[in-house]
């Protein structure tokens, strides 16, 4: 079956962006490409609006966001839709983290909050790097979550824990799950990120694209984590990284090459650019 691919939705980290986070020359060149040829390329991604980086915000072409899990969808740097976490949720999943040795975060308006005293102990959580620069530079320290919470009083973008101990996040996911109506999912290997019931990457993506008259059938999408993969599963034309976890891995009706080796860039020129493809 012939398609021609219309959108192209692209997780970032170890996804589009090596594990240095870097977008490289290659990959900037195939995206250009798409672009000129008339695609709507866009980042898909767990991070919040303000975590998304300028040369891929300020990417000429790319017209489109979809951040912190599909929480909101951006045009031009304007939300245009948003699905947000009732604050009555947020304290339910902040009792349940707070049992466990975590370091927690809050989320509003595209912007990261977490306490200096948790930014401070950040590296004992996060092993790469890169994503531990990236959350440095990107969270706005504030004294107490829940202060930080009681003094908003109003419905987030989600809500994130880091663990140390896989058996603790594995009990505090089930549990989270449990409280109903909300999306429970991670990206990285010990943190827990919880979307309002239905927010996910896949749901704001096909919005999307069906807002734009893109049909299903049309989207490509790539990802390599678990955030992804409902995205994979609603698009026409689902890509795991080669980097990815299993279940993305599992669910895709390609495998690529890894974020370190431009896969997103080569399976757009090999299966997007220049016609249609044929599945």
Not at 152 to 169: C, G, H, M
Not at 250 to 264: C, F, I, Q, R
């Amino acid at each position: 079956m012939a398609r021609r691919i219309r959108m192209v939705g692209f997780d970032l980290d170890g996804t589009l962006l090596t594990t240095e986070k870097k977008l490289t020359e290659y990959t900037k060149k195939v995206l250009k490409r798409a672009v000129n040829e008339g695609i709507v390329v866009l980042p898909v991604t767990g991070r919040p609006l303000a975590g998304v980086p300028k040369e891929i915000s300020g990417f000429e072409g790319i017209t489109y966001m979809i951040t912190s899990n599909g929480a909101r969808v951006v045009e031009n740097g304007r939300t245009i839709r948003e699905n947000l976490l009732p604050v009555e949720k947020a304290r339910k999943i902040l009792d349940i983290f707070e049992d466990y040795d975590t370091l927690r975060d809050i989320y509003y308006d595209g912007q990261g909050y977490m306490p200096k005293a948790f930014l401070e102990r950040l590296g004992e959580y996060v092993s790469s790097p890169g994503m531990l620069a990236y959350m440095l530079s990107t969270r706005i320290p504030i004294g107490d979550i829940r202060i930080k919470l009681e003094e908003e009083n109003r419905s987030l973008d989600k809500v994130q824990a880091l663990f140390r101990n896989p058996k603790e996040q594995r009990e505090a996911w089930e549990r989270v799950k449990a409280l109903g109506d909300l999306e429970v999912t991670g990206a990285l290997s010990l943190n827990i990120e919880v979307n309002a019931g239905g927010v996910h990457k896949g749901a704001a993506l096909i919005w999307l694209a069906d807002r734009l008259g893109i049909g299903r059938e049309e989207v490509m999408a790539f990802g390599d984590g678990l955030n992804d993969l409902g995205m994979l599963k609603e698009a026409g034309y689902g890509v795991a990284m080669a980097n990815a976890v299993p279940p993305v891995l599992d669910a895709a009706d390609l495998v690529t090459m890894s974020n370190d080796e431009d896969g997103v860039a080569k399976a757009v020129e090999k299966y997007a650019l220049g016609g249609c493809l044929t599945i």
